[in-house]
């Protein structure tokens, strides 16, 4: 992997279709390409707009994203996809426990899409181990309930990203994570040995904010940032999707102060380690 991927400062999805469909707008005399300000008026946009969405630092909304696509040519496939990408990281709360569970499978996918379009992703958890990183009994006893097949598909979708060389992710999870006993000593003995095999990858960095040290208090939610553009923050009785400035420049800043005080690289594994062989034997 590149550096230039590695740091999340490539386009993601989002911007290289918008390029895609600007830079082969066919124009009357033949030739291709638009200007920048051009194709916004096109699409009863501003240019500042597109200007920021092509550069990820702005998510248009789903309906100017088709006004866009269309405006410029799309053919329906870039039309859908473009929708898609954009109501993936449209503001949205789903709370309470019901609502979670009936769209289990809908935030699987919305997640997803979102994680499949940033090269880079970053992701707290205080109490569980990312779901990226779990094994299916892990999973399953965190849930409690067998999930259906279109659950069960989202998630391994997800869980298939990390395979991607050409994808970063970066984790910090909090020793109390490795330490809370999920479904069975057992279930936990695999799972911490899962994720000592993870290391292994070049594109994930797993690092543990261990008990004692001395940092910025720990939010009790888990939150992920994908790329520049969306964050998500997670409670047990909610999913709240965020695209604000603001909003995403204070959890990557949040996610910096953590990541600076967890443990890295062979001080991460030992831990994990050290946690696995109390689990060992059962």
């Known amino acids: 992997m590149t550096t230039r991927q590695r740091s999340g400062t490539g386009r993601d999805e989002t911007s290289r279709l918008m390029l895609q469909l600007r830079h082969g707008y066919?124009?009357?005399?033949?030739t291709t390409g638009l200007r920048q300000g051009d194709a916004a008026?096109?699409?009863g946009l501003t240019q500042s707009k597109v200007s920021r969405a092509e550069r990820g630092t702005f998510t248009l909304k789903p309906d100017e994203a088709r006004r866009y696509a269309r405006a410029l040519g799309a053919t329906p496939a870039q039309v859908d996809r473009l929708v898609r990408l954009t109501e993936a990281i449209e503001p949205t709360t789903v709370a309470g426990q019901a609502r979670l569970m009936r769209r289990g499978a809908e935030i699987q996918r919305r997640i997803h899409t979102l994680e499949s379009q940033s090269?880079?992703?970053?992701?707290?958890?205080?109490t569980i181990i990312p779901?990226?990183?779990q094994t299916w009994e892990y999973t399953v006893a965190l849930i409690e309930f067998e999930p259906g097949d279109e659950w069960t598909l989202s998630r391994t979708r997800r869980v298939a990203l990390i395979d991607d060389p050409d994808r970063?992710?970066?984790?910090?999870?909090?020793e109390a994570a490795l330490r809370w006993v999920?479904?069975?000593?057992?279930?936990?003995?695999a799972q911490l040995a899962h994720l000592i095999e993870l290391f292994e990858r070049p594109n994930l960095s797993i690092a543990v904010l261990p008990f004692?040290?001395?940092a910025v208090p720990p939010p009790e939610s888990s939150f992920h940032l994908y790329g520049t553009r969306a964050a998500i923050v997670s409670t047990d009785v909610g999913t709240t999707f965020l695209e604000k400035r603001p909003d995403l420049e204070m959890y990557r800043a949040l996610f910096d102060r953590l990541d600076a005080a967890a443990l890295h690289g062979d001080d991460a594994r030992a831990l994990i380690n050290d946690i696995e062989t109390r689990y060992d034997g059962h």
């Open 182 to 189: 999920v479904g069975s000593t057992e279930v936990m003995h």
């Open 168 to 174: 970063a992710f970066r984790f910090v999870i909090s």
């Open 131 to 133: 779901g990226s990183l």
């Open 212 to 214: 004692g040290q001395t």
């Open 41 to 43: 008026t096109l699409a």
């Open 26 to 30: 066919r124009n009357s005399d033949g």
């Open 119 to 126: 090269e880079l992703v970053r992701s707290w958890q205080p």
